[in-house]
C-alpha cells in the first residue's frame, strides 16, 4: 500500500524546524465548507478545530484571530481588548497577501508578514488541538502549548456563540 503524501508548507517547515510532535490529517476540502466540515470529515469535534481569521483595523493593520471552530469573533469586544476603533474580516485577496496562505488553507504557522496573534483563552483548556497546516484540506494536530510556545498569542475572550 501506498504511504500518504502530506503537502510540506511554510507551517510544517516550521514545525519541523521547531522540533513540534504533530499529526497530519488529510480530509475533502470543501468550499464554504469551514470548520464544520473538517471535523466532520477527521471526526473530531468542532470545538477542537481552531480557524485561523484574518482582520484589519481601521488603519488597515492586519492581525490574526484564532478561535474555536464552533464560535464566532466579537469583533466590538476584541476591538475594545486591542484599543482599536473598529475590526474588520479581510477579503480574501487581502488575506492571502498578509499571510502568503489561500483561504481555506490559511495556517498561523509561517505567514508572510509578522502580525499581532490574538488567541482565544480556552483554546489551551483542551488537550489537542486541529489547525490548519496550510493548506486546503489540509490540518495538523498538536499540543495547545506548542501554539503558545511557537506563536507566543496574546490571550483574549472575545467568543460569541
Do not use: W
Not at 490574526?64 to 477579503?91: F, N, W, Y
Amino acid at each position: 500500500m501506498a504511504k500518504e503524501k502530506f503537502p510540506v508548507t511554510p507551517a510544517i517547515r516550521l514545525l519541523r524546524s521547531e522540533g513540534v510532535a504533530f499529526g497530519s490529517h488529510l480530509y475533502s476540502y470543501e468550499a464554504k465548507g469551514g470548520t464544520s466540515v473538517s471535523a466532520r470529515e477527521l471526526g473530531v469535534d468542532e470545538h477542537c478545530v481552531i480557524k485561523t481569521l484574518v482582520f484589519e483595523t481601521e488603519e488597515t493593520k492586519p492581525l490574526i484571530v484564532l478561535m474555536h471552530g464552533d464560535r464566532q469573533v466579537s469583533t466590538k469586544a476584541l476591538a475594545r481588548l486591542i484599543g482599536a476603533k473598529e475590526i474588520t474580516p479581510c477579503t480574501a485577496a487581502i488575506a492571502e497577501r498578509h499571510t502568503s496562505y489561500q483561504v481555506g488553507g490559511t495556517s498561523p504557522f509561517g505567514i508572510r508578514n509578522p502580525m499581532p496573534i490574538y488567541a482565544e483563552a480556552t483554546l489551551f483548556d483542551l488537550p489537542r488541538i486541529y489547525i490548519n497546516g496550510g493548506k486546503r484540506g489540509y490540518l495538523v494536530s498538536l499540543a495547545p502549548t506548542e501554539l503558545m510556545r511557537l506563536l507566543k498569542p496574546q490571550l483574549v475572550e472575545v467568543a460569541i456563540d
